[in-house]
Each structure stands twice: as structure tokens, then as C-alpha cells.
T-cell receptor, first 113, second 114 residues
């Protein structure tokens, strides 16, 4: 079955380090997204991509970057991790330009100490 | 910008009773609304959507949602709650002015007690 997987499930890092979270989908979806989930804020969009070589900033993109070199993967990089980036990160994908149904990964719990 | 609000952080209901999880929206133009559910340690799962048509939308796991234009609401409902319905529920709106991104509400935790 097609799926979307995130790795690692849990990550602890130190302030100032570069961290990359992986997202891999086998749905062959063009659209991929990264959200962060924080208590009191729900889900907030970090970055998104509508295809290979396409990346766009979301609501809370500062301190994050993404790259899309193939259809399956959208890695999220924290250039210099900060304690404010401690959060649960979700990757998602959708199969149409109208994003009527998103498929989510199981999330990565990131702690920045 | 399009937005949704979920006024309740938590809803408690007894098993077998009807449940309602509230959502109000603020959009310019026609709203495109969604409900997602998140079970512990899992990603969000799509429940249902309202694009156009009937105001009562049926979705997965026996859930339905009622679209009310005059009250700008899109409440999630289920006639008889199950303990297994306990989860975090998110309302979302699609912002066609921002690349069709989904904007999510803050979430409502549903607790169904036996």
C-alpha cells in the first residue's frame, strides 16, 4: 500500500545544530507539505511544494528550508536549531491542486535543548 | 485570509450520547471546509469535506458535519459516540487565495467516557 513515512520518529538535538527531518511518500503525489503542531496553535504550515524543484514558504518558514529533488521526498532542514523549534513536525501530501484530501505521516517529535 | 476557529479545547461526552464539535469559519467567497481527526501518536486523517451542495455532509466512521452559511459554522456531529472516537479533531479551510493551502483550527480534544 502507498504510504507517507517520516524519520526519525523522535530526535533530540542541541541549540545551533543543523537538523534534517525526512519525509518520503509512495503515493506519487505532486503536492507535499510540512506542518508543525504546537499546543494552543494547532497546525501551522512551514513550507510546501507543488512539484520537483518547486518550494514555497508557509506561515512559519523562518529558520527552516526544504528542497524537492524528486517526487517522493521533501526533507525539512533546520539550519541552526533553536529551542523555539521544539515541536511535533508533520509531513503531508495530496494528489490534486485543490488539496481536497491530505495524507499525513505519523510525525517527528523534535526536542531542541 | 481564510480562517477557522474551534471555540472548545475539549469536549466531554458519555458513550452512546450524541456529540458535537464546533467550528466557525471566516472566508471571503465560497468556503471549502474540512474535518480531520488525529489519534494518539498518529498523523491526521481526513474525515469529510464540504465543497458545495447539501449542507449535511457525511464522512468516515459515522461522522457528519452540518454547514450553516448564516451562522458561518461547520460543526462536526455523530449521533452516538464511541469510546474509540476519543481523539483530537481539527477543522480546516482551504485558502484559494494562498495556493489552495489548508489552514487548520487549534483543535478540539474529544473525550468519550464509558
Amino acid at each position: 500500500d502507498a504510504e507517507i513515512t517520516q524519520s526519525p520518529r523522535h530526535k533530540i538535538t542541541e541549540t545551533g545544530r543543523q537538523v534534517t527531518l525526512a519525509c518520503h511518500q509512495t503515493w506519487n503525489h505532486n503536492n507535499m507539505f510540512w506542518y508543525r503542531q504546537d499546543l494552543g496553535h494547532g497546525l501551522r504550515l512551514i513550507h510546501y511544494s507543488y512539484g520537483v524543484q518547486d518550494t514555497n514558504k508557509g506561515e512559519v518558514s523562518d529558520g527552516y528550508s526544504v528542497s524537492r529533488s524528486n517526487t517522493e521526498d521533501l526533507p525539512l532542514t533546520l539550519e541552526s536549531a533553536a529551542s523555539s523549534q521544539t515541536s511535533v513536525y508533520f509531513c503531508a501530501s495530496s494528489d490534486g491542486e485543490k488539496n481536497e484530501k491530505l495524507f499525513f505521516g505519523s510525525g517527528t517529535q523534535l526536542s531542541v535543548l | 485570509a481564510q480562517s477557522v476557529a474551534q471555540p472548545e479545547d475539549q469536549v466531554n461526552v458519555a458513550e452512546g450520547n450524541p456529540l458535537t464539535v464546533k467550528c466557525t469559519y471566516s472566508v471571503s467567497g465560497n468556503p471549502y471546509l474540512f474535518w480531520y481527526v488525529q489519534y494518539p501518536n498518529r498523523g491526521l486523517q481526513f474525515l469529510l469535506k464540504y465543497i458545495t451542495g447539501d449542507n449535511l455532509v457525511k464522512g468516515s466512521y459515522g461522522f457528519e458535519a452540518e454547514f450553516n452559511k448564516s451562522q458561518t459554522s461547520f460543526h462536526l456531529k455523530k449521533p452516538s459516540a464511541l469510546v474509540s472516537d476519543s481523539a483530537l479533531y481539527f477543522c480546516a479551510v482551504r485558502d484559494y487565495n494562498a495556493g489552495n493551502m489548508l489552514t487548520f483550527g487549534g483543535g478540539t480534544r474529544l473525550m468519550v467516557k464509558p
